[in-house]
């Protein structure tokens, strides 16, 4: 199975973005879906993730402004991004895992820049 993330580009502060995964086979069905980013010269860090049954975790920097959804039967996986900061830049993520474990699987990624 390949993660395949699109979505990404430039915008202004304030504005917003959809991000979205598309996988191209089927994910085990207790996996999570997740969202990282990875800034320039900083660790990768978790954003949200989307267990089976729907439900949904943020982090801190994303609650209220993200929200991560999925469509089971299209196999996609999308993360909207409202009200951008500079500080979301960022390249995205999307990965599967074991839920609580770190990511089996990555996609290639795609890059967020916000402008102040």
Do not use: H
């Amino acid at each position: 199975v390949q993660l395949v993330e699109s979505g990404g580009g430039s915008v202004q502060a304030g504005g917003s973005l959809t991000l979205s995964c598309a996988a191209s086979g089927a994910i085990y069905s207790n996996y999570c879906m997740e969202w990282y980013r990875q800034a320039p010269g900083k660790e990768r860090n978790r954003v949200a993730s989307i267990g089976s049954d729907g439900s949904t975790t943020y982090a801190d920097s994303a609650k209220g402004r993200f929200t991560i959804s999925q469509d089971n039967d299209k196999n996609t996986l999308s993360l909207q991004m409202n009200n951008l900061k500079p500080e979301d830049t960022a390249v995205y993520y999307c990965a599967a895992t074991r839920c609580g474990w770190w990511p089996d699987l990555w996609g290639q990624g795609t890059r967020v820049t916000v402008a102040s």
